[in-house]
């Protein structure tokens, strides 16, 4: 297990890393091997839970609102009347959309990319990809409304950006924008799918999260507790950033570091 400043670092790395889009996991990945920590999922599926409860917070009121809809539609068809269509009520059933894809890829294919997981020459190319995403995001495409099929194709998104080196927030958004869709309502529903996701790759790691905190609780809770507060600063910069059209200046960090890191791990 890493040190308790190597969770601190690692936990205010992942906090930046997980919203601007330039792959937290794959930054992790990177920073555990040339600090020389050994590589724990379950550590950094810990620093994933306190990113969760920031996207929670950040946008507790579309939270609020589509939880409370849901419940209000839920009781509405168990009493046998005609849901009323709202909104709110409409973006959940786009986060539904979304959210199997990818979780038919993270359950079906969870072994290999674990498997993937320690691999700096998979993160190096992973990240290469990302700069690709990024980049592609600055194409004009015609304006569209978000709809059952482009949530679709946002959510497969979302489940190739579990293989690290993907960014999450770099995938989905940039899909999102090359597809048509308002770059403020991209980013958000971007972070409003991440909650499912969020959730259910917590119960995939639960065992082993559950063992570190076990045997090293003085750490897990640093590195959480750093990932916390970086991570909401963070994400408000880069809601900024989408709206002001600059998501792929990215490309020109990710793409050098994936070729830098690919070159380096062959010298290792």
């Given amino acids: 297990m890493t040190t308790t400043l190597e969770a601190v670092l690692l936990g205010a790395l992942q906090g930046v890393t997980e919203w601007l889009p330039v792959s937290s996991s794959g930054h992790l ?10 590589a724990s999922i379950g550590f ?21 609102k589509i939880a409370s809809d849901l419940l209000k539609a839920t009781r509405t068809l168990l009493e ?13 059933c786009l986060i539904l959309a979304a959210s199997i894809p990818t979780g038919i890829i993270g359950v079906g294919f969870k072994d290999i990319l674990e498997g993937m ?28 409304k978000l709809d059952w099929a482009s949530a679709a194709i946002i959510g497969l998104a979302q489940g190739v950006a579990i293989v690290p080196g993907i960014s999450r927030s770099g995938a989905t958004i940039a899909t999102a924008i090359f597809l048509g869709v308002e770059r403020k309502q991209a980013a958000r529903f971007s972070f409003l799918i991440l909650i499912p996701a969020a959730v259910g790759g917590i119960l995939l790691e639960a065992d082993g999260m559950i063992g570190g905190v076990i045997s090293s609780p003085l750490s897990y809770a640093m590195g959480f507790l750093a990932s916390l507060i970086v991570g909401y600063a963070s994400l408000g910069y880069l809601m900024k950033i989408v709206r002001e059209g600059k998501l792929h200046y990215f490309a020109y960090y990710v793409i050098p570091l994936g070729l830098a890191s690919l070159l380096a791990v062959r010298h290792l």
Avoid at 29 to 38: D, I, K, M
Avoid at 118 to 144: E, N
């Fill in 29 to 38: 990945v990177l920073a555990q091997r040339f600090l020389g920590a050994p």
């Fill in 117 to 144: 997981y320690a691999d700096v020459t998979s993160v190096s190319i992973g990240l290469i990809v990302t700069g690709i995403f990024l980049a592609a995001s600055h194409l004009k495409k015609k304006p569209v």
């Fill in 80 to 92: 046998g009347e005609k849901i009323k269509k709202t909104a709110d009520l409409k973006l959940a």
């Fill in 44 to 64: 950094d599926a810990f620093l994933h839970v306190a990113t969760f409860l920031v996207v929670v917070a950040y946008f507790r009121d579309d939270v609020y």
